[in-house]
Structure formats: C-alpha cells, structure tokens
C-alpha cells in the first residue's frame, strides 16, 4: 500500500532537483566571478582654466579612447574592476592669445583606473552597473608657441590624482558558448557612460614663464582638466 505513494515522492523529488539543476545551469553565466573587458569609446575634454586663458576650443582636442579591464566579484554583487587606458589628441591655433601668434598642442593620457562598483542582473540576459573610483594620469603635453620673438618648444610630463564615477548596461549575447564548442566564458556587450574630474596643476607654468619674460607681464599658470566625459561600449568575457 505505501510503495505507490512512495514512488510518487521519489519521482516528484527527482523531477523537482532536474528542474532546479536546469535552472541553475540557466544561469551558470551570472555566477562567474572574473571578467576581462575591452572598451573602445570618446572622449569630450572639460572646461578649464587652461583651456580658456589661450581661447581653445575642447571640442578641437576631443578624441577616441582605448581601455582594458579585469573585473572580480568580491562579493554577491560587489565587484572590483582595474582599467588601464590611453588617449591622445592635437590641435594647431593661430591668434590664441595673441595676434598673429602660433600654438601647436598634442595632450597624451594614459591612466590607471580602478572601479569598485554594483553589478545588478535585471533579467537573465540584461545587467545594469554603477560605480565610483580614484584615478591615477600620467599626462604628457607637447607644446609648440610662437609669438613676436619668443620661440617655445618644449614636452612636459605630469603625474595628477583625481576621481571618477560610472553606470552602465550589459546584454548578454552568447551566455552558454560551450554549447557552441567555444570556451565557457559568456559573453556580453555593454555601453557605459563615465565622467572623470583630473586637475592637472600648472599646466602652462613652462610657457606662461617664457611669456612673462618675453613681454614684460606677469600672468600666473593654469590648471587644466583632462578629465571629462568619456563615452564606452564593450565586449565582456565572463569566466
């Protein structure tokens, strides 16, 4: 009398752990905890004071933007991701600040920035990312300036601290590549928005120097800003 029922829980209890084991496998793609990311996007420069003593426009100096990333889940929906990244960008002025004057400059930046962010899974292929974090620049200013008699030629490096913050959204377009004969590690794209405040001390301090001399004025340097808004999308592999 009780081995029918008996079997009737055996066989409800192994259909209830395939159902689970399939749902856990469904989502095998958002229990990863590393990720490698590539990104590729444009940079918009900020207003400075740099950028307005010498009437440059920062639309002339906006560019493209490289960066690559390791990402690690530190905890539930916590990560940790560290970007390396590089952008440069040039312009030739004539009349910046005075008439008749010449001004060639190419602005370098590689950085070193590391994001502690959420990564929140709104469905099972669509994720939203926020986060904030300290940035590391090294910049490198090649500044030509020509003026009257004053001939300036010269490459400056600096090494700024400053900040950032993100958000962003991912799809996922392949969450079971195995299936396929790839490696297992799910694959998603993303697009991300990120504004980076980078003051950059005495930016001009070398020219505004030479300048002073020159012409008998007694202007001070200028601080620039080669942070900005800087617009991503990406490949992410999960693993």
Known sequence: ??????????????MAVAVNAGAAEGKAHLLKDNA???????????ESDFMDFWNLDRIDLNGFVGEVA?????????WLEVALGFYQSG????GARLAGDYMDLTITNAYF???LKAVVPLSDFFIIHAGVGPDYYYTQSRLKYRAGGLTYDRDENFSSFGAHGLLGIEFYVMRRPADFGFWDAPVGIFFEY????????????GLINALNASFG???GSHEADVGGSTFFGGIRWHF
């Open 1 to 14: 009398m009780l081995r029918a029922p008996m079997s009737i829980w055996v066989i409800c209890f192994f």
């Open 194 to 205: 990120k504004y980076t405040w980078l003051p950059v001390k005495d930016f001009d301090e």
């Open 70 to 78: 390791y990402e690690r889940r530190l905890y539930k929906n916590l």
């Open 91 to 94: 312009e030739e002025y004539t």
């Open 217 to 219: 004025t007694s202007y």
């Open 113 to 115: 920035s590391p994001t």
């Open 36 to 46: 490698l990311t590539l990104k590729a996007g444009y940079h918009l420069y900020s």
